[in-house]
């Protein structure tokens, strides 16, 4: 089955503990994404890639770090976790970079960081 | 720029009623493409429909249809004759040809169907 998958799906941490939230996709996508949802606030994008090795900001990336070393995953760092990054995470591919073709999304990880 | 507004935060409708979700973009490019993803009450995001910037035909798929305007710079989702699955946040969503890595998300409108 086509998927995008992300582990763990809920975390609860303290403040300043790295956690890494691992993204695969079984699709072979060029592009990867990481958003995150907040209440009234829509899905905003921490970071993109466009293809392995190539990786950029999103519009809120303070606080986050990605690499993108093979092209099914797309793993997200939070080297020191803080409150204001409790959040909902989603992971999304999609076919190439270019073109009109839509995102197909994890299943999310609701992050709590105390 | 890049920008998608909702202004409807949550509409409530009774089971049967049509009702339509507004949705308006700001770009400067003359190339973009437009979606629209659903968020049931189960949390994951599913796509429903996209648009080119140089197709501005109207899409009907069952109870669903989308009006693409680029004079008003909107791209509104109706639902008729609508059901209780239909309740979940909408969300639209622009990203440009020039700026392909970046989406950017309308804030999404919250649905509520009763029965």
């Known amino acids: 089955e086509a998927q995008v998958t992300q582990n763990p799906r809920y975390l609860i941490t303290v403040t300043g503990k790295k956690l890494t939230v691992t993204c695969s996709q079984n699709m072979n996508h060029e592009y990867m994404s990481w958003y995150r949802q907040d209440p009234g606030l829509g899905l905003r994008q921490i970071y993109y890639?466009?293809?392995?090795?190539?990786?950029d900001k999103g519009d809120v990336p303070e606080g986050y770090k990605v690499s993108r070393k093979e092209k099914r995953n797309f793993p997200l760092i939070l080297e020191s976790p803080s409150p204001n990054q409790t959040s909902l995470y989603f992971c999304a591919s999609r076919l190439s970079g270019g073109g009109d073709h839509e995102q197909y999304f994890g299943p999310g990880t609701r992050l709590t960081v105390t | 720029a890049q920008k998608v507004t909702q202004a409807q935060t949550e509409i409530s409708v009774v089971e049967k009623e049509d009702v339509t979700l507004d949705c308006v973009y700001e770009t400067r490019d003359t190339t973009y493409y437009l979606f629209w993803y659903k968020q049931p009450p189960s949390g994951e995001l599913v796509f429903l429909i996209r648009r080119n910037s140089f197709d501005e035909q109207n899409e009907i798929s069952g109870r669903y249809s989308w009006n693409f305007q680029k004079s008003t710079s909107s791209f509104n989702f109706t639902i008729t004759a609508s059901q209780v699955v239909d309740s979940a946040v909408y969300f639209c969503?622009?990203?440009?040809?020039?700026?392909?890595?970046?989406?950017?998300f309308g804030d999404g409108t919250t649905l509520t169907v009763k029965p």
């Open positions: 969503a622009l990203r440009t040809f020039t700026n392909a890595g970046k989406s950017t």
């Open positions: 890639s466009m293809n392995v090795e190539v990786t």
